[in-house]
């Protein structure tokens, strides 16, 4: 069964300094990725998802993810840290062929200082 | 726009009440989610539908149904709540069966059971 491990529940930046937020995924097969950011009291929106098409994808709001096939990882960065990137960010991975869901990781919860 | 919208923000019940979300898309989507989020656990999958009248199980089902009436509504039941059910609930949905189609959230439900 496919699932994602996000290391760090906590990430903390200064502002202007580099986001990197971690992704593990365990997979049989060559799996479809997704980071989602959900701010205070929302629900989630779609940052950018991997679908095998190019391993560096680009995503909404500056933010940007690299699949690594060989160190099974799809971590999400972003080089210069807004304030408005405060909120929590959650790495999910299609689950086994035939079940449309999404089976997410725990989630990080990304601080920004000024 | 892909919206999803959750009828209720905010509920609090009583212990043993019957308790209905709903939720309603209008995308024409075939894929209906109904999640459960716990801080630390991340999203986890109550039950989803791929059409009208057809529902799967998802990872946590016990304690809760659901009902698919009419394509664009989703309803998550809870027969009789408990505390232990107090949590966010998402409703989400998606267009057909390709593995790389994204996932729309619905703001979300909070559900306070005492």
């Known amino acids: 069964a496919q699932s994602v491990t996000q290391l760090g529940s906590h990430v903390s930046v200064s502002e202007g300094a580099l986001v990197l937020l971690r992704c593990n995924y365990s997979?049989?097969?060559?799996?479809?990725l997704f980071w989602y950011v959900q701010y205070p009291n929302q629900g989630l929106q779609l940052l950018l998802k991997?679908?095998?098409?190019?391993?560096l994808v680009k995503g909404i709001n500056g933010f940007e993810a690299e699949f690594k096939k060989s160190e099974t990882s799809f971590h999400l960065t972003k080089p210069s840290a807004h304030m408005s990137d405060a909120a929590e960010y959650f790495c999910?991975?299609?689950?086994?062929?035939?079940?449309?869901?999404?089976?997410f990781g725990s989630g990080t919860r990304l601080q920004v200082q000024p | 726009d892909v919206k999803v919208t959750q009828s209720s923000r905010y509920l609090v019940k009583r212990t043993g009440e019957k308790v209905f979300l709903e939720c309603v898309q209008d995308?024409?989507?075939?894929?209906m989610f109904w999640y459960r989020q716990d801080p630390g656990l991340g999203l986890r999958l109550i039950y989803f539908?791929?059409?009208?009248?057809?529902?799967e199980k998802g990872d946590i089902p016990e304690g809760y149904s659901v009902s698919r009436e009419k394509k664009e509504r989703f309803s998550l039941i809870l027969e009789s709540a408990s505390t232990n059910q107090t949590s966010m609930y998402l409703c989400?949905?998606?267009?057909?069966?390709?593995?790389?189609?994204?996932?729309?959230f619905g703001e979300g439900s909070w559900l306070t059971v005492v």
């Open positions: 995308m024409d989507h075939e894929n």
């Open positions: 999910a991975v299609r689950k086994d062929t035939g079940r449309r869901a999404l089976t």
């Open positions: 989400a949905s998606s267009l057909g069966q390709a593995s790389g189609n994204t996932i729309y």
């Open positions: 997979s049989s097969v060559p799996p479809y």
């Open positions: 991997y679908t095998s098409a190019a391993t």
């Open positions: 539908s791929y059409d009208v009248k057809m529902k």
